[in-house]
């Protein structure tokens, strides 16, 4: 009976282990937060260039992060890029002429969405389009830029 | 004499072919029996503690050790871009994506697995699993239905187990030793490990290791020639097995999960 109960109790502590193990790995090492999901609104804004912005890139404001980026689509008809974005639901006072702006963190980091806020009175609404936007900074087009001036200047 | 070798030939795929369609046969006798084992969990207890609790140490050791060396070796190569910062992404990426879950199937399959085949041989050898059928006993869903489902319960806690003790070993060298920023490695480290994509699909792999582990382990064990030679090449075999099958697997399945 002793046996039985100690092999009982070392599976259980064995259990146990493997359970906080995986909780560890999904709290501490992951970005599971229990809240998400469907939660929180949709915005959607049009940029000419997103750059290399993925789905589940941040949305942030005064560097703070409120959403998501939900899908990246491309519309043929503008030749544009429709970024919608989900925000958390407690943020529910965007103002509707707030500013999109395509970040980069750091000199080669990822690309986040960073939301200035405007003036207005009226606030964004679930599926409202964003209408100040700016595109994402190529590299490769802000050095040909640098380069052009810079060859303007000495002529 | 041509003919000779292409029988020859022929023979050893016949040979093959017959020895799948047994281990699938006894896959399929094996899962008949779980509702069984269900009704009567002490027998899975015993199995999980056999596979899982006794494989716990070798478990918990390789994966700090693998964690620290995965510190060291990262910051050499991340401090030559300045990006340090990264090491706990690099260190939990690749522990649970890929080391956890394929260290932790090969060193099952060299703990438990080469114990399983030796067990079950020797039962077969020495005529248990024919006196178990005597008494109307059937020794597929007594002995061999426990061991499986006690590998399938113990390798996705095992490979977690690994992984973790890993990350925390990462942290010891990276922060503790080579001195980077302690807050960096743990923001970072969630910013860019996602739950679905790497944790869930490390778990599923580890399943899928389970089942093959112990399978191979079990076949080779039940399939053996029950002589004491039989039963030393039967293990032989089935760590070797578990071992290709394992990195084999693993190729697929990160070409499934990971490779869009």
Do not use: C
């Given at each position: 009976?002793?046996?039985?109960?100690?092999?009982?109790?070392?599976?259980?502590?064995?259990?146990?282990?493997?359970?906080?193990?995986?909780?560890?790995?999904?709290?501490?090492?992951?970005?599971?937060?229990?809240?998400?999901?469907?939660?929180?609104?949709?915005?959607?804004?049009?940029?000419?260039?997103?750059?290399?912005?993925?789905?589940?890139?941040p949305?942030?404001?005064?560097?703070?992060?409120?959403?998501?980026?939900?899908?990246?689509r491309?519309?043929?008809?503008?030749?544009?890029?429709?970024?919608?974005?989900?925000?958390?639901?407690?943020?529910?006072?965007?103002?509707?002429?707030?500013?999109?702006?395509?970040?980069?963190?750091?000199l080669?980091?990822?690309?986040?969405?960073?939301?200035?806020?405007?003036?207005?009175?009226?606030?964004?609404?679930?599926?409202?389009?964003?209408?100040?936007?700016?595109?994402?900074?190529?590299?490769?087009?802000?050095?040909?830029?640098?380069?052009?001036?810079?060859?303007?200047?000495?002529? | 004499?041509?003919?000779?070798?292409?029988?020859?030939?022929?023979?050893?795929?016949?040979?093959?072919?017959?020895?799948?369609?047994?281990?699938?046969?006894?896959?399929?006798?094996?899962?008949?029996?779980?509702?069984?084992?269900l009704?009567?969990?002490?027998?899975?207890?015993?199995?999980?503690?056999?596979?899982?609790?006794?494989?716990?140490?070798?478990?918990?050791?390789?994966?700090?050790?693998?964690?620290?060396?995965?510190?060291?070796?990262?910051?050499?190569?991340?401090?030559?871009?300045?990006a340090?910062?990264?090491?706990?992404?690099?260190?939990?990426?690749?522990?649970?994506?890929?080391?956890?879950?394929v260290?932790?199937?090969?060193?099952v399959?060299?703990?438990?697995?080469?114990?399983?085949?030796?067990?079950?041989?020797?039962?077969?050898?020495?005529?248990?699993?024919?006196?178990?059928e005597?008494?109307?006993?059937?020794?597929?869903?007594?002995?061999?239905?426990?061991?499986?489902?006690?590998?399938?319960?113990?390798?996705?806690?095992?490979?977690?187990?690994?992984?973790?003790v890993?990350?925390?070993?990462?942290?010891?060298?990276?922060?503790?030793?080579?001195?980077?920023?302690?807050?960096?490695?743990?923001?970072?480290?969630?910013?860019?490990?996602?739950?679905?994509?790497?944790?869930?699909?490390?778990?599923?792999?580890?399943?899928?290791?389970?089942?093959?582990?112990?399978?191979?382990?079990?076949?080779?064990?039940h399939?053996?020639?029950?002589?004491?030679?039989?039963?030393?090449?039967?293990?032989?075999?089935?760590?070797?097995?578990?071992?290709?099958?394992?990195?084999?697997?693993?190729?697929?399945?990160?070409?499934?999960?990971?490779?869009?």
């Amino acid at each position: 009976m002793g046996k039985r109960r100690n092999v009982e109790l070392m599976v259980g502590t064995f259990m146990a282990l493997g359970l906080i193990a995986l909780f560890f790995l999904a709290m501490h090492v992951s970005n599971l937060s229990l809240v998400t999901g469907g939660e929180g609104y949709l915005l959607n804004a049009r940029f000419a260039n997103v750059g290399s912005l993925k789905v589940r890139s941040p949305v942030t404001m005064a560097g703070v992060r409120i959403g998501r980026v939900e899908s990246v689509r491309f519309d043929k008809a503008t030749y544009e890029a429709v970024v919608s974005m989900r925000i958390d639901a407690e943020i529910d006072s965007i103002p509707e002429d707030t500013f999109a702006n395509i970040f980069t963190s750091g000199l080669l980091g990822e690309q986040y969405i960073g939301l200035e806020p405007g003036g207005s009175p009226d606030y964004l609404r679930d599926g409202e389009e964003i209408a100040n936007t700016q595109s994402a900074l190529v590299l490769e087009q802000m050095i040909g830029q640098f380069l052009f001036k810079k060859a303007g200047e000495s002529g | 004499m041509w003919l000779d070798s292409v029988a020859g030939l022929g023979r050893g795929v016949l040979t093959a072919l017959e020895r799948l369609g047994r281990a699938h046969l006894l896959l399929l006798a094996i899962l008949l029996g779980v509702g069984e084992v269900l009704r009567r969990p002490r027998l899975l207890w015993e199995q999980i503690y056999n596979i899982g609790v006794l494989s716990l140490l070798i478990v918990g050791v390789s994966g700090l050790f693998v964690g620290m060396v995965l510190g060291l070796q990262g910051y050499y190569v991340l401090s030559q871009f300045g990006a340090e910062q990264s090491l706990g992404v690099m260190v939990a990426a690749s522990l649970v994506r890929e080391l956890g879950p394929v260290v932790t199937a090969l060193l099952v399959a060299g703990r438990a697995g080469s114990a399983l085949t030796a067990e079950i041989g020797l039962m077969k050898a020495t005529e248990q699993l024919s006196g178990l059928e005597m008494m109307a006993v059937d020794p597929v869903r007594r002995i061999l239905t426990p061991r499986f489902l006690g590998g399938l319960v113990a390798m996705p806690m095992l490979a977690a187990i690994f992984s973790a003790v890993g990350v925390l070993g990462g942290y010891f060298v990276g922060v503790g030793l080579l001195g980077i920023d302690d807050g960096a490695y743990w923001s970072q480290m969630r910013a860019k490990i996602d739950f679905e994509e790497d944790v869930v699909n490390g778990v599923v792999k580890s399943l899928v290791f389970g089942v093959f582990v112990t399978w191979i382990a079990l076949f080779q064990g039940h399939d053996t020639v029950p002589t004491s030679e039989g039963v030393s090449r039967s293990t032989t075999r089935s760590v070797v097995h578990s071992a290709l099958v394992v990195l084999g697997l693993d190729f697929v399945l990160t070409a499934l999960m990971f490779g869009d």
